[in-house]
Nanobody
Framework: QVRLLESGGGLVQAGGSLRLSCVAS????????VGWYRQAPGKQRELVAT???????NYADSVKGRFTISRDNAKNTVYLQMNNLKPEDTAVYYCRIMSIWGQGTQVTVSS
């Protein structure tokens, strides 16, 4: 059974940084595309960033230049480094592999 566990969320002031982590278990992590998504209150879940097994990345326009997705296959972990955070980045952040989602981690950015 594939399981994903996110961590690293919290409360930060605008302009600050956070690094989210997502640990996968029960799968051959290295062969899959991994992704980070977010859902703000009253809004639909949206793509933040994806990273393929081959290393190709894709970012939402709203986070380009500020967020970086990376992975450590030896640790079955995907990261999301978030810099220069803005209040509009406030959301629950989820990682995803295939059709499996983690439980989410809350990120709150104060102005």
């Amino acid at each position: 059974q594939v399981r994903l566990l996110e961590s690293g969320g919290g409360l930060v002031q605008a302009g600050g940084s956070l690094r989210l982590s997502c640990v996968a278990s029960g799968t051959i992590f290295s062969i899959y595309t991994v992704g980070w998504y977010r859902q703000a209150p009253g809004k639909q879940r949206e793509l933040v960033a994806t990273l393929t097994a081959g290393g190709s990345t894709n970012y939402a326009d709203s986070v380009k230049g500020r967020f970086t997705i990376s992975r450590d296959n030896a640790k079955n972990t995907v990261y999301l480094q978030m810099n220069n955070l803005k209040p509009e980045d406030t959301a629950v952040y989820y990682c995803r592999i295939m059709s499996i989602w983690g439980q989410g981690t809350q990120v709150t950015v104060s102005s």
